[in-house]
């Protein structure tokens, strides 16, 4: 889109960002680059048709009308952490391909061909990885028509980062299209930023970085798929009031999704580190995260500053303490390496949807 084509278009990209990071200390030179790329991306897309009433962190509309206060306690129909964890007993295994995967990559003697039989009996997964390697993110030289080459092209850590993105999109429940694309594109560009972190800090093996990305919202995808009408109203609460999405969950719910997702990658046995990556990625002091816990923090945050958010949690929040300082990161690294999280998210995106801006 050709945003100087529009009058007050950048007027506009203004006050959306300063919405967007309004609840950040912008003195830390990384999040001046984020914004820049935040706004750039603004630029380009354009104002969204669909209306909405923004409010402020202090929990006033924009007209400057006061937030009516919310009760604190949970709903009394709410189910218990226990009680909806049982309603998904498919959620609590990984699917089956990505176990199956995940032990060949991290084996001694597993080969590209191993990795290809797993993949070519899913009709699905076989697609996804051949539109992945044929697209402009990868640029063959000629096309990349089996499975088997797609693997010797794009190494086998990859070829799993891939696979857990196509099949997380599977675990999703249909009824809503567009809250499921939603929550694909933030899990993706929350891994593809993690990973990137991971290849250029080092500390976490970039593969099992971009996995954690993918998986850590996953509590989000039990509510939308469970209680639709519940997440619904969450999300509600949480954009009326500028509260972070799991404290309005912990308002109507008594738990949040870093409960649900702990509880259900503990079930998947990826790790105790990618289970703790879900468990704190909201939380307030990084100092003694694991470094794949701070990627995938960080991930997140990269993610809702470039527009890619969870319904309802569309302000960036404080990054969490000695978070950014522990990257060790120049400001022009870091912001070359957010522009290569937004082209590959995009390029992703293309290849799966046929569409990366909308």
Known sequence: MDHTARPGAAAWADAELARRFAQVDMSHPLLAELAGWARTRLLRDGQPDTGRTARNPSGTSADGATATARPAAPRTDAPSLAALLARRPALT???????????????????????????????????????????PLHAPLVPVETVQRAVMMLGMRQILSLVTAASLMRLMTPRDVS???????????????????????????????????????????????????LATQISRRARQEAMPIQAAERQL??????????RLLDAWRLGDAVAEAAATHHGPDARDWSDLGLYVHLGDGIAVALGYHMPGDDLLRQPARGALDRLKLAPAAFSSLVGHVLADTEAMEQALFGDATT
């Open 93 to 135: 295994t990984p699917p089956e391909v990505v176990q199956r995967l995940s032990a060949l990559v991290t084996s001694d003697d597993a080969t590209p061909d191993d990795v290809a039989r797993v993949i070519q009996h899913d009709t699905y997964l076989t697609a996804a990885v051949l539109r992945i390697a044929n697209s």
């Open 179 to 229: 809250a499921r694309r939603t929550f694909w594109r933030h899990a993706a560009c929350a891994a593809t930023a993690a990973r990137a972190l991971a290849v250029a800090c080092g500390g976490a093996d970039p593969g099992r970085a971009f996995v954690a990305g993918m998986l850590h919202d996953i509590g989000h995808l039990l509510l939308m798929g469970n209680l639709p009408d």
């Open 253 to 262: 719910l008594g738990y949040d999704h870093c409960d649900i997702g702990r």
